[in-house]
């Protein structure tokens, strides 16, 4: 039951790889759930188990979300606590969890959101670019013109852009914010964040490209770029700034 005394539906963050990053109250509102709603069972009964905890398990991916979503609020209105977690980091972040929120309060249920990891957050923080105000553009789409389309929308940013990618297409995403965005782009690739093998790579995007060319890229990645046009807006407000 949540503070008011009436079951809960939890969205919560869990590791994206370092289990130590599970938060304390996370651990608490999963043991206090009668059910744990997961986008993928079988991944998220590998860390429910290494945290000790049995709960049983609903199904709740980006292909059944909207029949599902209708499940879980009945259980929650029919008195269960439900937890809700993706394979890793926070629900609604490139995950599913959106349409079951947007279910939860049409049926007058307040999500308990309960925060903590995720790659896009790491990133922020590991990027080392400016990121007083950043964008987030999720995926590339994979088709040919409407990737190239999405590049140059980000090409006229006045601000970082964090994005994220397959292992299979960094190499060619790498050569494209090269071709569409300009050589002189700032580029940070962060790799296996809190992960064994966790990488972070910064530099102008040509440097990247030749620093790992012959590199064999396995794991999730997030794109952090710093466009030629953000670093003139960046000197177009000093130079205000010094005038006033």
């Known amino acids: 039951m949540n503070e008011n005394g009436k079951a809960f539906l939890a969205i919560i963050a869990t590791p994206i790889g370092n289990l130590g990053d599970i938060t304390m109250r996370a651990l608490e ?22 945290l000790n905890i049995k709960k049983p398990l609903i199904s709740c991916r980006s292909f059944n979300e909207e029949k599902e979503s209708d499940r879980i609020i009945r259980k929650v209105l029919d ?9 890793a ?20 249920i307040e999500p308990v959101f309960v ?33 190239r389309k999405f590049l ?14 397959s292992p299979h297409r960094i190499s060619k995403l790498l050569s494209e914010i090269s071709e569409t965005i300009g050589a002189d782009a700032d580029v940070a690739v962060i790799r296996e964040a809190t992960k064994i093998h966790e990488e972070c790579l910064r530099g102008k995007i040509s440097e990247i490209i030749y620093n790992t060319k012959d590199k064999n890229w396995k794991g999730e990645i997030v794109v952090a770029i710093y466009p030629p046009s953000a670093k003139n807006q960046e000197k177009d407000d000093e130079d205000e700034k010094d005038r006033l």
């Open 89 to 108: 980091g926070t629900p609604c972040i490139s995950d599913p969890g959106s349409k079951l929120i947007s279910k939860a309060l049409a049926n007058g």
């Open 115 to 147: 925060p903590g990891v995720s790659a896009l957050t790491f990133a922020v923080s590991a990027c080392s670019l400016p990121v007083a105000k950043f964008a987030f553009y999720g995926f590339p789409p994979v088709k040919s013109g409407r990737r």
């Open 152 to 165: 140059e929308k980000i090409k006229d940013e006045d601000k970082t852009v964090f994005l994220y990618e």
């Open 79 to 87: 008195g269960e606590n439900v937890s809700y977690i993706c394979d």
């Open 29 to 50: 509102t999963l043991r206090n759930s009668h059910v744990i709603a997961a986008e993928d069972t079988r991944h998220s009964l590998q860390l429910l188990n290494s």
